[in-house]
């Protein structure tokens, strides 16, 4: 079974641009998640989408925005891109939303973005 | 509002040791609490999920056990291996609200 697969896996623009990363669930996965890692910071909670709606959104600007397709696949997009958005972003897919399922969610290897 | 805290944020040990790792959370009412392992440049492993009713749960050479009430959890590394050696996270999850909350995770570096 695949797992969770993460496109690009490493990617670099400059302050100003706007980027847009994918996210490809396990099979049969309609739940993911999406996380910023920053040595500073650690996980940061971005969002979480489940059938095609947004379940619950993190403290970050509206730069940041994301969507799930009818397959569940999902892609999140920066727009007006900063230094501090410099990080690996990571996805993680599970059958059920977060808090409603006992089932273990499970990452991708994530993109890591470098702002310029 | 949850935090989650590990410590310690470090940890270096000869191979062959016994050791744990520390979790605490500050609210008692969670869904789930899960153990990741990352290794350098990689994403997330779950390593042992415990629903908020278990006391425990066993993999292998790992145990990882949890008391609600304290809001403490320790992840037991048996017979540690080089191979070990990684950032070791925990995350709770809240019933019905849709997202984990991480602690900053313990480095772990087992010396051959």
């Known amino acids: 079974k695949a797992g969770v697969t993460q496109t690009p896996r490493y990617l670099i623009k400059t302050r100003g641009q706007q980027v847009t990363l994918s996210c490809s669930p396990i099979?049969?996965?309609?739940?993911v998640s999406w996380y910023q890692q920053t040595p500073g910071q650690g996980l940061q909670f971005l969002f979480e989408y489940f059938s095609e709606t947004q379940r619950n959104k993190g403290n970050f600007p509206g730069r940041f925005s994301g969507r799930q397709f009818s397959n569940s696949r999902s892609e999140m997009n920066v727009s007006t891109l900063e230094l501090g958005d410099s990080a690996l972003y990571l996805c993680?897919?599970?059958?059920?939303?977060?808090?409603?399922?006992?089932?273990?969610?499970?990452f991708g290897d994530g993109t890591r973005l470098s702002i310029l | 509002k949850q935090e989650v805290t590990q410590i310690p944020a470090a940890l270096s040990v000869p191979e062959g040791e016994n050791l744990v790792l520390n979790c605490s959370f500050t609210?008692?009412?969670?869904?789930?609490l899960q153990w990741f392992r990352q290794d350098p440049g990689k994403g997330l492993t779950s390593l042992l999920l415990i629903q908020s009713s278990q006391r425990e749960q066993t993999s292998g050479r790992l145990n990882a056990s949890l008391d609600k009430s304290s809001g403490r959890s320790t992840l037991y590394i048996a017979a540690s291996q080089p191979g070990d050696s990684a950032t070791y996270l925990c995350a709770v999850s809240e019933y019905n609200f849709n997202k984990f909350y991480f602690g900053s995770g313990t480095k772990l570096n087992v010396k051959p």
């Open positions: 609210d008692s009412a969670i869904y789930n």
């Open positions: 099979s049969g996965h309609r739940s």
């Open positions: 993680a897919s599970s059958p059920q939303p977060t808090g409603q399922s006992n089932q273990p969610q499970h």
